[in-house]
């Protein structure tokens, strides 16, 4: 069975290390800071100007003036700071944070993501993935692995105006766990109950495909 968006944030959640600085994208990335291993300590990151988020806050409990870079209420953890953008900026800028977990709606298998603009529909802007993608040595993504269509994002080429180029290093979708290397996806896992062949059928991009792909542990 796929994975729900709950389901892929706490997969990237596994990917946490103890010490860690780590910035959340908006969507479902935001997530993750629900699902922070017991026996680390991380640091979240918001572009909007706060280090020590914590995780979304409980019906009622929200506070209007505690806010992410995606406008979401949020909660902040003992000891967190407030700063102005461009002391954010700085941070992401400098590489001082070690983990950038993006949306996106195409991903490349040489690691070009899209995740901004789609021609024709109104935007906002790119807003602070520009720096991020151009900054972070270790980019995740989190997405769905097809479109409402049932089109691939997992692709040879990205359709859609680029954000970064080359950048990303790991995808996780609702349906795999993939890794870039080479100009490759590499499937490293897949999620509970779905088949190698539902997997390869979904992806567009070429697919490196081990003898034995474990099952997410979720």
């Not at 680390?40 to 806010?67: K, T, Y």
Request: with cysteine.
């Amino acid at each position: 069975m796929a994975l729900d968006k709950t389901g892929i944030a706490k997969r990237i959640a596994q990917e946490l290390q103890d010490g860690w600085y780590v910035n959340l994208g908006i969507g479902i990335p935001t997530l993750v800071a629900n699902y922070i291993p017991e026996d680390i300590e991380v640091e979240f990151q918001s572009e909007n100007g706060i280090l020590g988020m914590g995780p979304f806050p409980f019906e009622g409990e929200e506070d209007a003036d505690l806010i992410n870079a995606g406008k979401q209420t949020i909660t902040a953890r003992p000891g967190a700071v407030f700063f102005d953008s461009a002391t954010s900026f700085a941070m992401i800028r400098g590489q001082h944070v070690q983990l950038t977990v993006l949306g996106a709606m195409e991903v490349a298998q040489n690691g070009d993501i899209a995740n901004w603009k789609i021609p024709g529909k109104m935007v906002k802007g790119m807003g602070g993935a520009m720096d991020l993608v151009a900054s972070a040595e270790n980019i995740i993504v989190a997405m769905m692995h097809t479109n409402k269509a049932g089109e691939s994002k997992i692709l040879k080429e990205c359709s859609l105006p680029l954000t970064g180029v080359g950048c990303v290093k790991k995808v996780v979708t609702n349906l795999a766990v993939l890794e870039i290397k080479d100009g490759q996806f590499h499937l490293v896992e897949r999620a509970p109950g779905v088949s190698v062949e539902e997997i390869i059928a979904a992806t567009e991009g070429d697919l490196v495909v081990p003898d034995n792909v474990p099952e997410m542990n979720i």
